[in-house]
Structures are given as C-alpha cells and as structure tokens.
C-alpha cells in the first residue's frame, strides 16, 4: 500500500490550495479515504473523509464550508480543495487509508486508519 500526497504550498490569507493522494497496491473504491492534519506541538486532527463510492462526506466543523474533499476511483486519487484559508490551518497534511475493508461509514479516529502518506506541508501566511 502507498499513498503519496503532493500540492502543500505556502499561500497567503484567504487563498486556495488543492491537495491530492495518489493510492496504490491495493483496491482503492473498498475503502473510506480521509485526510488528517498535525500543527507544530499539537496533535494530529481529522478534516475530511469520504466514503467509498464518494457520495457521502464529513468535515471537522473547523473546515465545513471551506474544505471539500473529493475521490476519483479510477485515478485512485483522492483530493482535498482548500479554500478561504487561515493562518491556522497551517500544518503537515497527510490522506489515510481506513483500517476496515468495505467500512460503511467514515471515523474520524486516526487510529481508525491504518496506511498513511509522507504528509505534505500547508503554510497559510501573509
């Protein structure tokens, strides 16, 4: 199982970011996909995660309205769309695999997922 995240930048107040995990080696559609971000000195938080065919999403009520995260199961990618950032959306983002084949609902429990990506870094700053 790989999972390789790319798009992190550093962008001003109020700009836009789109992250994407690239999956492979394993059947991607069986599986809820979430994204995670850890600040320096806090601890890893849940953002988003989607279900497996995509039709149904969750957000930390920190990013509703502002984040959308997406999947495309041919491509075996998932996407985070970030937009109206905050300095305080400043962190290292990683995607995650759920630990459970076939789940039927998204956790937002780290512990929940078991392959993770490298992390990609998101600097909000003026």
């Known amino acids: 199982v790989q999972l390789v995240e790319s798009g992190g930048d550093l962008v001003q107040p109020g700009g836009s970011l789109r992250l994407s995990c690239a999956a492979s080696a394993f059947t991607f559609s069986s599986y809820v996909m979430g994204w995670f971000r850890q600040a320096p000195g806090k601890e890893r938080e849940f953002v988003a995660g989607?279900?497996?065919?995509?039709?149904?999403?969750y957000y930390a009520d920190s990013v509703k309205g502002r984040f959308t995260i997406s999947r495309d199961n041919v491509k075996n990618t998932v996407y985070l769309q970030m937009n109206s950032l905050k300095p305080e959306d400043t962190a290292i983002y990683y995607c995650a695999r759920d630990k459970r084949y076939y789940r039927n609902y998204i956790s937002t429990t780290a512990s929940e997922y078991d392959y993770w990506g490298q992390g990609t870094q998101v600097t909000v700053s003026s």
């Open positions: 989607i279900s497996r065919s995509g039709g149904n999403t």
